[in-house]
C-alpha cells in the first residue's frame, strides 16, 4: 500500500466547471476524465442537481479501490455560482465543502427514494457492475427506483453482464502484435534498442522483420495525426467557446446601474459587452487631465485612464442606440449645463472687458472663458489641440460613427503633410502636444487625455489589418469586441427605463471628481504582478507582431479598466471613490482584459479564415453553423470565403467536423449541407448571481463543456479494497477531523489568485 499524503486534498468535478480559485489549494480531477493514479488522502466530490450520477458513483468506486473514503458534498445550487466569489469568500466555502459533506455511502442512500428512467438506470447499473464491490445490494435499490419489475430488470443485467463479460474476453485475449509494437514505440526511444525489440518480435511471432518496421511507422504517424488533430480541436473549441460565452453586467457594475443596462441589451439584441465598452469609454474621459494610476512607482509605470474602443459590427446591427444612448444623450446633458455657464461667463466676461477697457487700466486684461467639451464627432488635429491648450484639465471623447476614417482623414487639410496620426497614438499615453509656428506656440498643451469610442465593420477592419502585424501598433491600442448579427424584436415589456437619465447622473459625479493619484493596494498588486508576469510571456513567444504588441497594451489596460470600474462602482452609489484600488477591482478589469484578448484573436480568426489557414477556416464555418443550425456548400462559399473555393473542398472542411464530432454531412439530390450537434448550437449565457453590495468580487468565465459522458468507454479496472467499509470510513474519518481545521487556516486566506490568460 502506498503511504505517501496527498499534499492537497483532491476535489472531483464534473467538467471541472469555474475552478479556477480552488486551485493552489486543491488538487482538482474531472469526474468525466479517466483517472491514471489515485493518491491516498482526502478525496471530496462535488455534485448539484445537474452532476451525472454514473460519474459519481464510478469515481467513487475507484477511489475506494485505491483504498480511500470518498466524501460527497452535494450543492443546493450550481457549481459554477457555488465556486464563485459571490457565493462565499474563499474560507468560508473551504469550510463549507468540509463541514457539510457525506460519506459516500451515506449519499448514495439518500438517493433511493429519488426514481430515475430505465435508461439512466442502465448507466448506473453499468458502472455498479464494473466498477463497485457489493454490486447485488445497489442493483437491487436501483431497480426499485426506475420502477422495472424483476422480470424486466433480470433481463437489463443479464444483458449488462454480458456485454461487459464480452468486453472483458477480448481484452483478456493475446496481446497482438500492433499492442506489442505501440509498446516499443512507447518505451524505446533509442533507435537502435528499438530495432533490437522488432527483431526479436519478428522471430517469436513469425512476422517479417520488414513488415514490423513498416507497421512501426504507421503508427508514429497514426500517433502523430491524432496528436495534430486533438490539439486543433481543442483550439477550435477554445475559438468557439470566445464567441459564445458572455459576461455579465452584474459582475462589473453596480446593480442600479447593470440591471437597466442589461434589459436595455436584451431590448436591442445588443452584446452586454458592448455596452459595458462604451459606459466604460465615457466615463475614461471624465477624469481629470492628470489622473493617473500609479503601478510601480520605482519604474515610474503609471497610466491614464482613457480608452481607445470600438464597435466592430455590420452595418444596421444598432450601433446608433448604443451612440445614442449611452454617450451622447447622458454627456450631451452636460454639455448642455458646461454651455450655460460658459455663455453666463462669457456675458460677465464682456461686461468686465468693456470696463477694463474704459477704465485703461494697468492691469492684466480679464481672462476670457473657454467652453467645456465634452464630446466631439469630428475635429482636425489642430482643432484638438487647440481645444485641449484652451481648457487643460479637461479629457476629450472623439465619438467616431466609421473609425478607419479617423486616421485615414489625419492631415487631410495639410495634403498629408502632418503629425495627426502620430499625434493621435501618442495621446493614448496622455502625451501633450506644441505647435510652433513662425509667429510663436500656436498650441503647448503637456498633457492631453483622448478618449476614442468608434464603429467600424468587420470587412473594412479586415483590409486595414492585412497581416495583422501593425507596424505602428495604432490597432493594439484599442479594445474591440464584436457584434454579430442579432435579429432584435419588439418586447411586449414596454418599461420606461430611462438608461441615459441614470448614466447622466453617474457622469456628473464622476466629472466632479478632482485630479487624483490612484494606487493598488498590497493585494491587488501581487495580482496585478503575477498577470504582467503571464503577459510579457506571451509577449515574447507569440510568432505574430500584432499580438505581442496587444499583450504590451493589455498590461497597461489592466490598470486604466481597473481605475474606471473603480470610480464608476463607487460614484454610481453615491460615495465617493478611495484613491487605492483593491483586489476585486482588479480581479474584474483581468477579467475584462481577457475577454478583449479573446476578441482581438477572433478579429485576427477572421484574417486568417482568408489565407486558408485550417484552424480559421474551421472555426469560421463552425461559427456559422452554430448561427444557423444548418449551412450547405452553398452558403459556407458565399459566407465564410472572401476568394472562390471549390465545392470538394468545403465538403472536405466538413468532413473535418464531422470526425471532430460537430454534426454531421447531410446530403440530398440537390445540395450537400452540415448539420451542427443540437448541443453546439446553444449559446452559453452568464450566470447573473445575487451580490454582497458591500463586496467587490469578479466571477471567472472560464467554461469547459464536456458533451461525451458515457461511463461504459471508460478504460479502468476495479481493484479489490484492503478494507472493508467499515474500516475504511472510520480510519479516514479520524484523519479528515484531524487535519481539516489545520488546512483551512493554512491555505483559505490566500485569495490572491491571478485569473491566467489562455491564449
Not at 458502472?127 to 436501483?142: G, H, N, R, T, W
Not at 446593480?255 to 458592448?274: K, M
Not at 448561427?627 to 450547405?632: E, H, P, S, V, Y
Request: aromatic share 6%.
Amino acid at each position: 500500500m502506498v503511504t505517501q499524503q496527498l499534499s492537497f486534498p483532491c476535489l472531483w468535478v464534473a467538467g471541472l466547471v469555474n475552478t479556477m480559485r480552488l486551485r493552489g489549494r486543491f488538487l482538482v480531477a474531472d469526474l468525466f476524465a479517466k483517472p491514471e493514479d489515485i493518491q491516498p488522502g482526502i478525496h471530496l466530490i462535488l455534485v448539484d442537481s445537474k452532476t451525472p450520477e454514473a460519474l459519481v458513483r464510478r469515481a467513487a468506486y475507484l477511489i475506494k479501490a485505491a483504498g480511500c473514503n470518498p466524501l460527497v458534498y452535494s450543492s443546493q445550487q450550481p457549481l459554477d455560482v457555488l465556486l464563485s466569489h459571490e457565493a462565499f469568500n474563499d474560507r468560508d466555502l473551504i469550510t463549507q465543502i468540509f463541514e457539510f459533506n457525506r460519506d459516500f455511502d451515506d449519499w448514495v442512500e439518500t438517493l433511493n427514494n429519488q426514481k430515475i428512467s430505465t435508461k439512466e438506470a442502465e448507466k448506473i447499473a453499468t458502472v455498479i457492475i464494473k466498477y463497485a464491490s457489493y454490486p447485488l445490494s445497489e442493483l437491487q435499490d436501483l431497480r426499485k427506483r426506475c420502477g422495472a419489475s424483476s422480470y424486466e430488470w433480470k433481463e437489463i443485467v443479464d444483458k449488462l453482464h454480458s456485454i461487459i463479460n464480452a468486453d472483458t474476453a477480448t481484452e483478456a485475449k493475446t496481446v497482438s502484435l500492433r499492442d506489442r509494437v505501440i509498446e516499443i514505440i512507447n518505451s524505446l526511444n533509442n533507435r537502435s534498442e528499438r530495432k533490437i525489440a522488432l527483431i526479436e518480435l519478428a522471430k517469436s511471432s513469425g512476422a517479417h522483420i520488414r513488415e514490423l518496421e513498416d507497421l512501426a511507422e504507421i503508427i508514429e504517424q497514426e500517433f502523430e495525426l491524432s496528436e495534430s488533430k486533438h490539439e486543433s480541436a481543442s483550439e477550435i473549441e477554445d475559438l468557439l467557446n470566445l464567441t459564445q460565452t458572455e459576461l455579465s453586467l452584474h459582475n462589473f457594475l453596480p446593480d442600479n446601474l447593470a440591471a437597466p443596462l442589461t434589459q436595455w441589451c436584451n431590448w436591442l439584441s445588443i452584446r452586454p459587452e458592448v455596452a459595458l465598452t462604451a459606459v466604460l469609454c465615457a466615463v475614461s474621459s471624465l477624469h481629470k487631465v492628470g489622473t493617473e494610476l500609479v503601478i510601480h512607482k520605482g519604474q515610474d509605470f503609471r497610466v491614464p485612464p482613457t480608452i481607445y474602443s470600438a464597435l466592430v459590427s455590420e452595418s444596421g446591427q444598432r450601433k446608433s442606440p448604443v451612440f445614442r444612448t449611452l454617450i451622447r444623450q447622458p454627456l450631451g446633458v452636460l454639455h448642455s449645463e458646461a454651455r450655460q455657464k460658459f455663455q453666463r461667463e462669457l456675458a460677465q466676461y464682456e461686461v468686465n472687458y468693456a470696463a477694463w477697457r474704459k477704465e485703461d487700466s494697468d492691469e492684466a486684461p480679464p481672462v476670457k472663458p473657454a467652453q467645456e467639451m465634452y464630446v466631439f464627432t469630428d475635429a482636425t488635429g489642430e482643432g484638438i489641440k487647440a481645444q485641449a491648450a484652451s481648457v487643460p484639465e479637461k479629457s476629450l471623447l472623439a465619438l467616431i460613427d466609421e473609425l478607419a476614417g479617423l486616421f485615414n482623414s489625419a492631415n487631410k487639410y495639410r495634403n498629408g503633410r502632418g503629425s495627426d496620426k502620430q499625434d493621435m497614438l501618442s495621446y493614448f499615453d496622455g502625451m501633450g502636444s506644441t505647435v510652433l509656428r513662425a509667429s510663436g506656440a500656436k498650441a503647448d498643451v503637456d498633457r492631453l487625455y483622448l478618449s476614442i469610442f468608434g464603429t467600424i465593420q468587420p470587412s473594412v477592419l479586415k483590409n486595414h489589418l492585412e497581416d495583422c502585424t501593425d507596424p505602428d501598433g495604432q490597432w493594439s491600442r484599442i479594445l474591440f469586441v464584436n457584434q454579430p448579427l442579432q435579429v432584435a424584436t419588439l418586447s411586449d415589456d414596454d418599461s420606461d427605463i430611462n438608461v441615459s437619465k441614470l448614466l447622466a447622473e453617474c457622469y456628473r459625479r464622476i466629472d466632479a471628481l478632482p485630479l487624483k493619484e490612484y494606487t493598488l493596494s498590497k493585494e491587488a498588486f501581487k495580482c496585478y504582478q503575477k498577470t504582467y508576469d503571464q503577459l510579457e510571456r506571451l509577449r515574447v513567444s507569440h510568432p505574430n507582431a500584432g499580438m505581442r504588441a496587444v499583450f504590451s497594451k493589455m498590461e497597461g489596460y489592466i490598470g486604466r479598466l481597473a481605475v474606471n470600474l473603480h470610480v464608476i462602482n463607487y460614484e454610481a452609489n453615491g460615495n465617493t471613490p478611495p484613491n487605492e484600488i483593491s483586489l476585486a477591482t482588479i480581479l474584474k478589469a483581468i477579467e475584462l482584459v481577457k475577454f478583449y484578448i479573446g476578441q482581438i484573436k477572433l478579429i485576427h480568426l477572421n484574417s486568417a479564415a482568408d489565407t486558408g489557414e485550417p484552424t480559421a477556416v474551421l472555426t469560421k464555418l463552425m461559427n456559422e453553423v452554430r448561427r444557423c443550425g444548418k449551412l450547405t456548400v452553398r452558403e459556407a462559399t458565399r459566407s465564410c470565403f472572401s476568394s472562390r473555393i471549390k465545392s470538394v473542398e468545403v465538403i472536405a472542411y466538413f468532413r473535418q467536423l464531422e470526425t471532430m464530432g460537430y454534426g454531421r454531412i447531410e446530403k440530398n439530390r440537390n445540395s450537400v449541407a452540415f448539420v451542427a450537434n443540437v448541443s453546439n448550437i446553444t449559446t452559453v449565457k452568464p450566470t447573473d448571481v445575487n451580490k454582497d453590495k458591500n463586496a467587490e468580487s469578479p466571477t471567472s468565465k472560464e467554461l469547459e463543456a464536456h458533451e461525451n459522458t458515457n461511463v461504459n468507454t471508460v478504460d479502468t479496472h476495479n481493484s479489490p479494497t484492503e478494507f472493508s467499509q467499515g474500516e475504511q470510513r472510520e480510519g479516514h474519518q479520524n484523519e479528515r477531523d484531524n487535519n481539516v481545521t489545520k488546512y483551512i487556516d493554512d491555505v483559505a486566506d490566500n485569495n490572491s489568485e491571478t485569473l491566467i490568460i489562455k491564449v
